[in-house]
T-cell receptor, first 114, second 117 residues
Framework: EAGVTQFPSHSVIEKGQTVTLRCDPISGHDNLYWYRRVMGKEIKFLLHFVKESKQDESGMPNNRFLAERTGGTYSTLKVQPAELEDSGVYFC????????????FGNGTRLTVT | AQKITQTQPGMFVQEKEAVTLDCTYDTSDPSYGLFWYKQPSSGEMIFLIYQGSYDQQNATEGRYSLNFQKARKSANLVISASQLGDSAMYFCAMRERRSNSGYALNFGKGTSLLVTP
């Protein structure tokens, strides 16, 4: 089966610009998560979708971040306007059940804001 | 709040030797799950092994085993017969229950492992 795919793999934008990250979960996985790792810090939870609904978005840093999952398939994470501190690696993960023993991660999108 | 501690920022091991990567956790939840992930230089997060808090035996997956000591709240990863391809960042994580009834992973800072010939 195809794994979790993320696009783009890298993105370099200027402060104030907008960037949209995309995640395609494994087909049939209702649960989709976004995480990010800011340089030198832990990987942090951002939010969790169950199908098209936001189950938990308490990890979103501020209102410059907007996540959507239209139709319960792929998800997008938009950062608008981007700030320097948004630089990091953004991971998407999916699972069939919320308590699955394996959470399948994508390769991540490395975002650099200059 | 749960917390994962990985005290070894970096580790070296010689090829074919075994290595233990430390992980301690803190939680008041009696039901939890512990994960180890590998992140090579290419960036992807690769699931290695899982241990449930109620599992009676230590988890094993090929050359990976998890030394689960519940009373000490430790979940160390043991890699046997290290290979050059094992050089990577290793993350310990705990699944935590979020306030909105869902679950999410809480990660440690990671340990960078370098396997030398």
């Amino acid at each position: 089966e195809a794994g979790v795919t993320q696009f783009p793999s890298h993105s370099v934008i200027e402060k104030g610009q907008t960037v949209t990250l995309r995640c395609d979960p494994i087909s049939g996985h209702d649960n989709l998560y976004w995480y990010r790792r800011v340089m030198g810090k832990e990987i942090k939870f951002l939010l969790h979708f169950v199908k098209e609904s936001k189950q938990d978005e308490s990890g979103m840093p501020n209102n410059r971040f907007l996540a959507e999952r239209t139709g319960g398939t792929y998800s997008t994470l938009k950062v608008q306007p981007a700030e320097l501190e948004d630089s990091g690696v953004y991971f998407c993960a999916s699972s069939q059940e919320d308590r699955d023993r394996t959470l399948h991660f994508g390769n991540g999108t490395r975002l650099t804001v200059t | 709040a749960q917390k994962i501690t990985q005290t070894q920022p970096g580790m070296f091991v010689q090829e074919k030797e075994a290595v233990t990567l430390d992980c301690t956790y803190d939680t008041s939840d009696p039901s939890y799950g512990l994960f180890w992930y590998k992140q090579p230089s290419s960036g992807e997060m690769i699931f290695l092994i899982y241990q449930g808090s109620y599992d009676q035996q230590n988890a094993t997956e090929g050359r990976y085993s998890l030394n689960f000591q519940k009373a000490r709240k430790s979940a160390n990863l043991v890699i046997s017969a290290s290979q050059l391809g094992d050089s990577a960042m290793y993350f310990c994580a705990m699944r935590e229950r979020r306030s909105n009834s869902g679950y999410a992973l809480n990660f440690g800072k990671g340990t960078s492992l370098l396997v030398t010939p």
